[in-house]
């Protein structure tokens, strides 16, 4: 399991990189332009942390990334984030299994809604969150493999990205644009997209199934 998180870690870094500039564009049409410069950042020095750590339990290595973000990463997202991933990681167990991820993600969904004050319809990452939880929750007690879950997770995190499209911004800077913020989806949503499509890969690289999820561009449906 150590070795999983460090290379969704890894992987998930390499796709923040690649997409900086999309994420930049998503931004500058309802923010500063610099999320995706930002979470690069946050992500490069994530994986530069876990390199230099020693050996760990999942809740120390989602601690170290989570206050990694809390430091790196600029503006509210570094905070949100960073501060519900060290909150939730109290949740994990030695080794992640259904039952303390279904607690992790729930203790984490929980940290962004209360720490960001946020809600469904306003046009944030909470948008994709909350669909990405309840498939964790439904999948609990399934006999589907973990290749299966994740891809679900993907898909939900897709539904999210593009539910972010059509609406108009309530929290945040976006929410100063008015009405120029719909039509595009939240950056902040899309970064969280394509972060679990990158676990989803790296679960599938440590599994002998092959399931692929609906990777389509979260524009279209």
């Not at 430091?71 to 949100?80: A, F, K, M, Q």
Request: aromatic fraction near 4%.
């Amino acid at each position: 399991m150590e070795q999983l998180i460090r290379e969704a870690v890894q992987n998930a870094t390499e796709r923040i990189e690649n997409e900086r500039g999309w994420l930049e564009e998503l931004d500058s049409e309802i923010g500063d332009g610099d999320f995706g410069t930002n979470l690069q950042r946050g992500a490069r020095a994530c994986t530069e942390e876990l390199d230099k750590s020693g050996s760990g339990t999942p809740a120390e290595l989602v601690r170290t990334v989570g206050q990694t973000l809390l430091n790196e990463v600029g503006g509210s997202s570094g905070v949100l984030i960073g501060m519900s991933l060290m909150e939730a990681s109290d949740e994990l167990s030695d080794e992640i299994n259904r039952t303390s991820l279904v607690r992790f993600a729930e203790r984490f969904q929980s940290e962004i809604e209360e720490r960001g004050d946020v809600s469904i319809g306003d046009k944030t990452m909470f948008d994709v969150v909350v669909p990405v939880v309840s498939v964790i929750q439904a999948r609990a007690e399934s006999e589907l493999s973990s290749a299966e879950v994740s891809a679900q997770v993907v898909e939900a995190a897709r539904r999210g990205a593009i539910y972010t499209s059509a609406l108009q911004a309530h929290s945040g800077r976006a929410s100063y644009t008015e009405l120029r913020a719909v039509g595009n989806p939240d950056p902040g949503a899309v970064g969280v997209y394509l972060i679990l499509q990158e676990i989803h890969t790296t679960v599938q690289s440590h599994t002998d199934s092959t399931v692929e999820p609906h990777l389509g561009d979260p524009f279209d449906p």
